[in-house]
């Protein structure tokens, strides 16, 4: 098993440009959620889905942010137009309906 | 509402000594409970967690957690650190398969 493969590692951008960063979960896996880390606030969910469908998005920050799942092995989140402010590490994970969630390798996402 | 306290941000420990990294959480109802290892420039791997059952949960790479209703408290032990511990651990909980909450982390120094 890969385990949850996110793309791409490191994003350089700048501001009022559009980012999109990607995430494979693992084969079988019913949820995905999407994570901010940043020094200030630590991490926090920014939205899940459960079988492709968005339960919770709730901690989008704001309109700018988006994200998708258009099928159960591919999930993208997208920040238009991005802010020197959105500079963190954007993490992805999967769960399957028993209780355990893995997390990817991580987005470090810098916008200058 | 639901959360979790790591009241100490930092803990610097010697070699080969004991180490306590506490954890304490706020909820109504039952709750599932994890300790996450991040190690510099990666993502987060899960070192144990609780469901139900025994209250003293074994994880990976010889750490420990006492699950403690009546002081709601999830405390992660290790009685031998090694240099290859330093990291940032983090405390967590959920219910079911819904978002992890995380506490702020505790950064664990080994010192030669």
């Known amino acids: 098993d890969a385990g949850v493969i996110q793309s791409p590692r490191h994003e350089v951008t700048e501001m009022g440009q559009e980012v999109t960063l990607r995430c494979k979960p693992i084969?079988?896996?019913?949820?995905l959620f999407w994570y901010r880390q940043t020094m200030m606030r630590g991490l926090e969910l920014l939205i899940y889905?459960?079988?492709?469908?968005?339960?919770?998005d709730s901690g989008m920050p704001e309109d700018r942010f988006s994200a998708k799942m258009p099928n159960a092995s591919f999930s993208t989140l997208k920040i238009q137009p991005s802010e020197p402010r959105d500079s963190a590490v954007y993490f992805c994970?999967?769960?399957?309906?028993?209780?355990?969630?893995?997390f990817g390798s991580g987005t470090r996402l810098t916008v200058v | 509402a639901q959360s979790v306290t790591q009241l100490d941000s930092q803990v610097p420990v010697f070699e080969e000594a004991p180490v306590e990294l506490r954890c304490n959480y706020s909820?109504?109802?039952?709750?599932?409970l994890f300790w996450y290892v991040q190690y510099p420039n990666q993502g987060l791997q899960l070192l144990l967690k609780?469901?139900?059952?025994?209250?003293l949960v074994k994880g990976i790479n010889g750490f420990e957690a006492e699950f403690n209703k009546s002081q709601t408290s999830f405390h992660l032990r290790k009685p031998s650190v090694h240099i290859s511990d330093t990291a940032e651990y983090f405390c967590a909980l959920s219910f079911g398969n819904e978002k992890l909450t995380f506490g702020t982390g505790t950064r664990l120094t080994i010192i030669p």
């Open positions: 084969s079988g896996h019913d949820y």
């Open positions: 889905f459960n079988n492709n469908v968005p339960i919770d």
């Open positions: 994970a999967s769960s399957p309906m028993t209780v355990g969630y893995t």
């Open positions: 609780y469901l139900s059952g025994s209250t």
């Open positions: 909820s109504s109802v039952s709750v599932y």
